[in-house]
């Protein structure tokens, strides 16, 4: 019943910016927890960062001070801010949600997921 459509990926150098979208159908995901992850080649899929309903925001080390999750519930949809991307931020970005969790760092929290955008760093 739920799609979740990523995009705005794309081929940038070290140090630009991107912005990430992830558009909801199909119901209201305003009560649910939501978070995007990343995988790059041969490696694991693993958490980047994550937002509760009530604004809440975590996001893991790697990324801190550069990436911003946020979300827009008139719209359904949730973004995440990439700013100082660096060569090792490049891999598959998905978005993924979850109607009740609180471990957002793991990726069986989750019960809806994305088709994954592409994201690559050169330097």
């Known amino acids: 019943q739920v799609q979740l459509d990523e995009s705005g990926g794309g081929l940038v150098q070290a140090g630009d910016s991107l912005r990430l979208s992830c558009a909801a159908s199909?119901?209201?995901?305003?009560?649910?927890?939501m978070g995007w992850f990343r995988q790059a080649p041969g490696k694991e899929r693993r958490f980047v960062a994550a937002i509760a309903p009530d604004g809440n925001m975590y996001t893991v080390e790697a990324v801190k001070g550069r990436f911003t999750i946020s979300r827009d519930n008139a719209k359904n949809t949730l973004y995440l801010q990439m700013n100082s991307l660096k060569p090792e931020d490049t891999a598959v970005y998905y978005c993924?949600?979850?109607?009740?969790?609180?471990?957002?760092?793991?990726?069986?929290?989750?019960?809806?997921w994305g088709q994954g955008t592409q994201v690559t760093v050169s330097s």
């Open positions: 199909g119901r209201s995901l305003s009560g649910e927890a």
């Open positions: 993924a949600a979850s109607p009740n969790g609180t471990y957002y760092y793991r990726a069986s929290t989750y019960n809806y």
